[in-house]
């Protein structure tokens, strides 16, 4: 099975036994994808290795996409390679980095991910060391995005990105930003052009239902 749930930020105590709902009972075939802001490869100290470690006995697999709060510098130098039909970083044996613009097939699913945001806070963060410019896409992730859907039909089972289109962050009651027009821009065009029965996100640090098809998450786990 397939569950999804939201920001992590590096934040132990979510992955304390209990505290992810139904996690005692998650087996080897079971998959649960974080929304963005792993935040478990940032820091690049020993107590951060150590938690990786222990992450890494748990039986079942633990995927994510970036969020705008990574370490990019550390996640890029894992090595990229295929994993359920797309591209991956292996950070443990069951910690996979979903890359940008992957469509991957899981547990009999499709599921396109697309991590990255803008990071309003950024004036409190120092480049390099809190903040990294790779937080947005490139203008190549664009383009392998584009051809990944194009090769599947732009038909999938699940979209799982960091931030939303931005006609769904309107729908939230936020102003979009205008840092990352261009990401929530692909993004709306993803979800009128792209035929898709749920679409997840987190970044908003919300647990909200938008409408049958798009769900904002953070704290929830949701089997899919």
């Known amino acids: 099975m397939i569950y999804i749930t939201g ?9 304390l036994y209990g505290n992810i709902e139904g996690e005692m009972n998650f087996t080897k075939d079971d998959y649960l994808i974080v929304c ?11 107590m951060e290795d150590e938690f990786l470690d222990c ?29 359920c039909g797309g591209k991956v970083h292996r950070i443990r044996k069951n910690i996979l980095h979903l890359m940008r613009g992957q469509v991957f097939e899981i547990d009999g699913k499709k599921i396109f991910t697309m991590g990255g945001a803008y990071s ?3 004036y409190m963060r120092t480049q390099g060391v809190s903040w990294w410019h790779e937080e947005l896409p490139t203008s190549d992730e664009y383009r392998q995005a584009a051809v990944n859907l194009d090769r599947c039909g732009r038909k999938v089972d699940y979209i799982i990105t ?26 709306e065009w993803i979800m009128y052009e792209v ?26 786990v949701v089997k899919i």
């Open 7 to 15: 920001d992590t930020h590096g934040e132990q105590t979510r992955f």
């Open 120 to 122: 309003i806070d950024k």
């Open 55 to 83: 992450l890494r006995s748990r039986p079942y697999t633990i995927l994510f996409c970036d969020g705008n709060h990574e370490n990019f510098a550390r996640l890029n130098e894992y090595p990229v390679e295929e994993w």
């Open 162 to 187: 960091h931030t939303a289109p931005t006609e769904i962050i309107r729908r939230m009651g936020h102003v979009p930003d205008r840092h990352d027009a261009e990401l929530t821009g692909f993004l």
């Open 195 to 220: 035929q898709f029965k749920k679409w997840f996100f987190g970044h908003w640090h919300a647990d909200k239902e938008i409408d049958e098809r798009f769900r904002a998450i953070w704290f929830d």
């Open 36 to 46: 963005g802001d792993f935040g478990y490869v940032f820091r690049a100290d020993k």
